[in-house]
Nanobody, 115 residues
Framework: QVQLVESGGGLVRPGGSLRLSCAATGFGFSLYRMSWYRQVPGKERELVGGISSAGSTTNYANSVKGRFTISRDNAKKTMYLQMNNLKREDTAVYYC????????WGKGTLVTVSS
């Protein structure tokens, strides 16, 4: 059974940093591309960025480029999202997604950027 569990969300001040984790079980984690998405209530879920199966290639939305970094540890079956210089508009629920079959989602972790 595929399971993705996000963690690391919380309240942070503008300009601060957080690192999110996505722990994966139930599938061959190292075989698949993984992605981070985020969603603000009332808005569509948007892609933050993704990482190739080996971790050699990443891509980012323009809104986070230069501030966020996606990485993965295939031995630990975990993906990370390092978020620096956070802005109020980064406030959202952050989800990880396994990119195979129709896609598998975690339940999300809330990030709130506020002073």
């Amino acid at each position: 059974q595929v399971q993705l569990v996000e963690s690391g969300g919380g309240l942070v001040r503008p300009g601060g940093s957080l690192r999110l984790s996505c722990a994966a079980t139930g599938f061959g984690f190292s075989l698949y591309r993984m992605s981070w998405y985020r969603q603000v209530p009332g808005k569509e879920r948007e892609l933050v960025g993704g990482i190739s199966s080996a971790g050699s290639t990443t891509n980012y939305a323009n809104s986070v480029k230069g501030r966020f970094t996606i990485s993965r540890d295939n031995a630990k079956k975990t993906m990370y999202l390092q978020m620096n210089n956070l802005k109020r508009e980064d406030t959202a629920v952050y989800y990880c997604k396994a990119e195979f079959d129709m896609g598998y989602w975690g339940k999300g972790t809330l990030v709130t950027v506020s002073s």
